[in-house]
């Protein structure tokens, strides 16, 4: 009866534009869900798991091994179970995997357990994704192994199909964050993946029934074809190949979205921008004819990856558009080519799912290093240098598989020998000699050197790599744009401790964010023991104005004041304690406790509570635990660089903050960004949390140094008459209605704020205020 049934929707579709449309349209559908799913439940994990990059960095890792489980299925599926009944069993698993849709925290997995959850993350995706996303992965390779069987005129060469896929893909990664959630929300998006779902069960019910009819009727056929077609199997040397070409590239993503996130501008969601580019060489590189021809190609890869390596030699900061526009360039045309590379590998159709497995292992390799162990080895972003300049290993023949000659290494080890000399006394002949070469530095004219010879070594494979490599440490080595100041690194970023151009201040960054300073020297260069906070904390300062006016509250309450802060920086903050006070801190990155505490970098906490009570941990968690109704200020400064963790921000962690205040208590969120406008977005939540009344207080007189700098803060407490000191602050002023949307866990638009930053709230476009650019 199957067979049969099979007939006759198959018939009208055997041949011509029909089955063509229908295989693309359900490869497109599986990718657009497949990166639906990523993002839509990382987010609903926010709440429970804190908005730590860590949890970024695992759910991404998550995803790629889960990638890598489904290929695997497919390619055993495949290889292993006959075609007439293959189809049976993979739809038998997407029907199963309906269990646990729609998609949501299971009740049994809503409360982490202390320490590290690491493990228990991966097993919250295991169960509640996991089924769904391995049975939606597996498509890409199976539904273009069974078009190699339907008898089309392009069946022979199915690869086409990877281009429809990462479309999709591409789609859902751009209208999710700006269209879907704002639109939609969480739960209502939830419920239509799970229809979706459904449709896409039909639709590959329907591809399993246009080649089911010609495996059971042309069966000898078909063995006979794959037998002439198929050719020898891949050798290992081929399977290492493409898990190479495709590690580089999924290396390089992680790496480029780190290195725009830490040093040119930490923008919200500025990790839609390289995953975009990725996904968007994968649509090139999968077709028949790529829009530029290799000739033109190959150059142009070569001269993006020379002037982004020339960039990040020079100590003189450019300014961001000429500094992304390089990295942009350099790793779109990589990642082309290492794409392009891989098809111009690909196996004959009957190899296709090794082939697909193999490529998603080298991604999760990528995934690995760039997420996890270069963290962990390197204190600054260098896995980025490093991966660009591995790049020309992903041109076609570089390696030559691995036939090198004697003649060949010994030009290898000569440059490599060459330039580790250059590079260790390059700078001492140049100090004695006299020659300098002003802001710029001697690093980029030696890295310029190792430049001509990536050019002159043209047609050189592995020879012109090893140059790259040699600009690379370089970079790595010497004074850069990557390597400067003391640096220190965590999964929440790079911070690094610098002294002002003048001496006279320490100065903590996170990326590009100023986070803290101290004064070190007077105006006659003397060492001073000075612990009067600066920056946005100055005594004339909003934050320090919330503070004075919740100690005078608390004083004429003859009550002894509990204070949380959200967000350590370098300590600032606690010079404004007192004795009889409680202060606590809410940090989620031990690396900055230990910056804040070392008396060589910062004496706040030395010098005005050097008993510090600090917990460890994301703040919507930490304070959870707190008891209610215990804090009279809660003062929440947690941004990561300057982007914006919008689960401190939502109605949900307003009414958390609500419990947790005295009824006369008061909180108070930083909320000077570059990016979003911040007062808008939470005026239109607001609403959303009757228990709280608010204001804001801009700061526009700080004159802009290390000293002062402005800053705008969002008041909120219970009591509307407990606002009326800060409404007498100048710059006090009700929220905006800026026509945003109200952020929510369950759904929060960036688009909205990000455009009602920059035209301001007359229409026209504004300079944003930020938290201070060093």
Known sequence: MAAHAGDSVAAPLRHGAGVLALFAATTFLSAFLLFAIQPMFAKMVLPVLGGSSSVWAVALLFFQAALLVGYGYAHLLNDKVPLKSAGFVHLGLAVIALIVLPVGLPEAWREPPPGDPYMWQLGLFSVAVGLPFVAVAANAPLLQAWFAHSGHPHAKDPYFLYGASNFGSLLALLGYPFLLEPAFGLTVLSRYWAALYVVLIAAIACCYAVVRRRAVSDSRALVIEEREESGPAPSWGERAAWAGLALVPAALLTAFTTHIATDIASAPLLWVLPLAIYLLTFVLAFQTRLPLPMWLLLPAQLAAVIFALLELSQVKHDKWVLTSSAGVAAFFLAALVAHRTLFINRPKARYLTEFYLWMSFGGVLGGLFAALIAPRIFSEVYEYPLLIALSLACRPGVLNGGKSTVRELIWIFS???????????????????????????????????????????????????????????????????????????????????????????????????????????????????????????????????????????????????????????????????????????????????????????????????????????????TLAKEPDNSFDLIIVDAFTSDAVPVHLLTAEALQLYARKLTDKGVVVLHISNRYLDLDSVLGATLPLVPALKGLIVSDDSADGSYAENSSTIAVFAKDSLVLDPFRALDGAQDFRTGGVSAWTDDASDILGPFLSQWRGSDGEAVEPRDRGTP
Request: proline share 4%.
């Open 415 to 621: 440059i490599f020998a060459v330039g580790m000399a250059l590079i260790w006394r390059g700078p001492v002949l140049a100090a004695e000699h006299g020659w300098t070469f002003g802001e710029w530095g001697t690093t980029p004219v030696i890295t310029a050197i190792f430049a001509a010879m990536v050019v002159v070594l043209w047609g050189h494979g592995a020879r012109q790599l090893t140059a790259a490599l040699m600009m690379f440490a370089a970079v790595a080595m010497l004074p850069s744009a990557v390597k400067r100041g003391f640096a220190q690194r965590s999964y929440y970023g790079v911070y690094r401790v610098s002294q002002s151009e003048l001496g006279d201040y320490n100065v903590l960054t996170h990326g590009t964010t100023l986070h803290g300073a101290q004064r070190l020297r007077d105006d006659f260069g003397n060492i001073i023991a000075d612990v009067t906070p600066g920056t946005y904390y100055y005594p004339g300062s909003p934050m320090a104005a919330a503070v004075k006016i919740v100690q005078d509250r608390v004083d004429g309450d003859g009550e002894l004041g509990r204070f949380g802060i959200v967000g350590l920086g370098a300590g600032s903050l606690a010079c404004y304690s007192r004795k009889h006070e409680a202060w606590r801190f809410f940090e989620i990155d031990p690396v900055v406790v230990d910056i804040a505490s070392r008396w060589n970098h910062f004496t706040f906490i030395a010098n005005c509570q050097p008993k510090l009570d600090v917990v460890i941990g994301d703040a919507r968690l």
